[in-house]
């Protein structure tokens, strides 16, 4: 399983961006999905996940009505929209793929249940 992120950068607080995961060495369309980020000293936490239909979505509460996941199957494509960015969501962000594929509606949401991790791109906000 190879996940490719790419997007991020930087931006001032109240702006937004976009990161997206290309995925390969899965069947994409089985399996929900996630974003986790990781700021330094800190540990990987959950961002947002997705089911494999793209129906059911779950967000931190830190993220939640700021940040949209969203996928498309037949590109194998995972995104995350990140808006009214604020300074503590300066991080790396990583898509992740589950260990096992998922029934349809579930959405994955514990970092246990995920086994494929992508490089990671930065998301630097500043005030």
């Known amino acids: 399983v190879q996940l490719q992120a790419s997007g991020g950068g930087s931006v001032q607080a109240g702006g937004s961006l976009s990161v997206s995961c290309a995925a390969s060495g899965l069947i994409f369309k089985d399996y929900g999905m996630g974003w986790f980020r990781q700021a330094p000293g800190k540990e990987r936490e959950f961002v947002a996940a997705?089911?494999?239909?793209?129906?059911?979505?779950n967000y931190a509460d830190s993220v939640k009505g700021r940040f949209t996941i969203s996928r498309d199957n037949a590109k194998k494509t995972l995104f995350l929209q990140m808006d009214n960015l604020e300074t503590e969501d300066s991080a790396v962000y990583y898509c992740?793929?589950?260990?096992?594929?998922?029934?349809?509606?579930?959405?994955?949401?514990?970092?246990?249940?995920?086994?494929?991790w992508g490089q990671g791109t930065q998301v630097t906000v500043s005030s």
């Open positions: 997705i089911d494999r239909n793209g129906v059911n979505t």
């Open positions: 992740a793929a589950p260990r096992h594929r998922s029934v349809y509606y579930y959405v994955p949401s514990r970092r246990s249940e995920f086994g494929s």
